[in-house]
C-alpha cells in the first residue's frame, strides 16, 4: 500500500495558522472559548492549534480531550476530561484530524446538546467530502475529494515533523 504525501510539516504549520486566525476572527469578543480535541489525532491537533491560538489572542482558553469510540461511538459512553459545568454559556470549538464520514463528530457534538452553550464550531485539518451525517467542518484545513477506498492518515507523533498522507 503506497503512501503519497498531500500536507508536510510547513503546509500543516500555514494551515494551523490560517485556521486559528479564522476562529480569532469569529471568536474576538469573547473571554473565554473551550477547545475540545478528539482523543487521538485530533485531541493533539488540537493542542498545536491551542498554542497558536494562545500566541495571537488574549483570549482564555480552556484545553480538554473528547475521548470517543470512532468505530462504534454508540457502544461506549463519551467523556469530556473536564467538568461539563466548564463549558456550559461558553464557545466550544471541537477539533478533530480529517471528516471521513461525519460520525465521529456527529456523536462527539452529541454530548454538548445537554447543556446550555453559546456556540459550537468544528475543525479539521483535512475534509475527504464523503460525509454520511449531516456534518461539517466550520474551520478546514484542505477539503480533499477522495475515493472510498483511499484513507487520509495524519502523523502527529512527532513534535515539530507532522505529516499527512493519502493512503
Given amino acids: 500500500m503506497s503512501k503519497v504525501k498531500i ?13 486559528a486566525f479564522e476562529i480569532y476572527e469569529n471568536n474576538f469578543s469573547e ?11 485530533g485531541y493533539k ?7 497558536k491560538l494562545k500566541e495571537i489572542s488574549k483570549i482564555k482558553i480552556t484545553y480538554s480531550k473528547l475521548v470517543i469510540n470512532k468505530q462504534k461511538p454508540w457502544d461506549n459512553e463519551i467523556a469530556l476530561d473536564i467538568d461539563h459545568a466548564k463549558v456550559a454559556n461558553k464557545t466550544i470549538i471541537l477539533v478533530d484530524d480529517v471528516l471521513n464520514s461525519g460520525k465521529t463528530l456527529m456523536y462527539a457534538v452529541k454530548l454538548f446538546l445537554d447543556q446550555p452553550l453559546k456556540k459550537l464550531n468544528t475543525v479539521v485539518l483535512v475534509d475527504r467530502s464523503h460525509t454520511n451525517f ?11 475529494s477522495t475515493t472510498l477506498q483511499n484513507h487520509i492518515e495524519a502523523d502527529f507523533s512527532k ?3 507532522e505529516v499527512v498522507y493519502l493512503v
Fill in 7 to 19: 500536507l508536510n510539516t510547513l503546509q500543516i504549520q500555514q494551515k494551523i495558522n490560517r485556521i
Fill in 31 to 41: 473571554k473565554e472559548i473551550v477547545v475540545v480535541g478528539i482523543d487521538g489525532n
Fill in 45 to 51: 491537533f488540537a493542542g498545536i492549534l491551542v498554542t
Fill in 134 to 144: 449531516p456534518v461539517k467542518a466550520d474551520f478546514v484545513g484542505l477539503r480533499l
Fill in 159 to 161: 513534535s515539530g515533523k
